[in-house]
């Protein structure tokens, strides 16, 4: 067992998986591009099938021309809160496997190519002092357009606030009871020897 922020492990597991979380409350102070920069480092470290690297990101720091367009993106549940984080992006996958001079192929596993990404940005975030919330609460049809995304080419996957925890009591009071880390369901609700088991 570990045991890290709060929450214990069944079975050991590095501190970082249990240290990572999603808070709403965020400072809004101004996030150094290079920090931002590492955290798409890390994702871009991410495995893939057939090392396709299916992800992209459409970023916008706060206080910038692009955030406003990104942050009007979310639903309004989502905007009273994610005004506050340093910077916002869209995680975008790419639907073809494409090789130099080749003909494109649908590639079944850009979704979980790009969850991997994702994820690995988020570890990322927790490890260097920064969070990362993941949402998939936005406009998905109009997305597109604003991103500036081919939608036969590529998916628009979620969105993702990124800042420093603040104290919830920066966070309307709706919000407040809820800024805690999540449990999780035990192992044995989803991981099954031999056969699923729904």
């Known amino acids: ?42 994702a ?49 996958s790419d639907r073809f496997r494409r090789t130099p001079g080749g003909v494109p192929q649908p590639m079944r596993s850009h979704t979980f190519d790009a969850g991997a990404a994702w994820a690995y940005l988020a570890l990322q975030a927790s490890r260097s002092g920064w969070a990362a919330h993941g949402m998939a609460g936005f406009d998905v049809a109009r997305s597109y357009e604003v991103l500036g995304v081919s939608e036969a080419d590529y998916q628009v996957e979620a969105a993702i606030a990124i800042g420093r925890i603040a104290d919830p009591s920066v966070l309307d009071e709706a919000f407040r009871a809820r800024e805690v880390q999540s449990p999780r369901n035990p192992i044995s609700s989803f991981a099954f020897a031999g056969t699923f088991k729904g």
């Not at 570990?2 to 400072?27: C, G, H, I, K, Y």
């Not at 102070?29 to 480092?41: K, N």
């Not at 009007?72 to 869209?90: G, M, T, V």
């Open 1 to 42: 067992m570990t045991t890290a922020n709060n929450r214990t492990s069944e079975f050991d597991v590095d501190p970082m998986f249990l240290e990572r979380w999603s808070p709403r409350a965020f400072t809004g102070e101004a996030m150094h591009h290079d920090e931002l920069m590492a955290l798409f480092e890390a």
């Open 44 to 92: 871009h470290w991410a495995p893939s099938a057939f090392n396709a690297q299916p992800w992209r990101f459409v970023y916008a720091h706060r206080d910038t021309p692009a955030w406003a367009p990104l942050l009007d993106l979310l639903i309004p549940y989502n905007q009273l809160w994610a005004k506050n984080a340093s910077a916002l992006a869209f995680v975008i």
